[in-house]
């Protein structure tokens, strides 16, 4: 059993930044997938970032309309991933959720067995 909690959400203005964490409650963090989603209200659930577990070659992404302004890392050390949110919009509010799997990373949510909580994301115009 795999347990996520994030944290560091709360109320930005336009332009401002934010650091969002998840804490991993398992063994062998680093053989997991690890990625960031959100969901606006009223919209769809969306791939925001990802970073591979130790069983393949080390890489990371964003959803292409992101890079340059989120960046996702990992400290396996500390059984923690962050995401680095910079500039960010009105259009940024959201859920945003951590999300965990073996094997490869995958930009559907649906290939994630293992959700948090989420935090809130608002940024104000």
């Known amino acids: 059993q795999v347990q996520l909690v994030e944290s560091g959400g709360g109320l930005v203005q336009a332009g401002g930044s934010l650091r969002l964490s998840c804490v991993a409650s398992?063994?062998?963090?680093?053989?997991?997938?690890m990625s960031w989603f959100r969901q606006a209200p009223g919209k769809e659930r969306e791939f925001v970032a990802t970073?591979?577990?130790?069983?393949?070659?080390?890489?990371?992404y964003s959803a292409d309309s992101l890079k340059g302004r989120f960046r996702i890392s990992r400290d396996n050390a500390k059984n923690t991933v962050y995401l680095q949110m910079n500039n960010l919009q009105p259009e940024d509010t959201a859920v945003y959720y951590c999300?965990?799997?073996?094997?490869?990373?995958?930009?559907?949510?649906?290939?994630?067995?293992?959700w948090g909580q989420g935090t809130q994301v608002t940024v104000s115009s």
């Open positions: 999300a965990a799997k073996l094997g490869p990373v995958d930009r559907d949510w649906d290939k994630y067995e293992y």
């Open positions: 398992v063994r062998s963090f680093s053989s997991y997938a």
């Open positions: 970073f591979s577990g130790d069983a393949f070659y080390a890489y990371s």
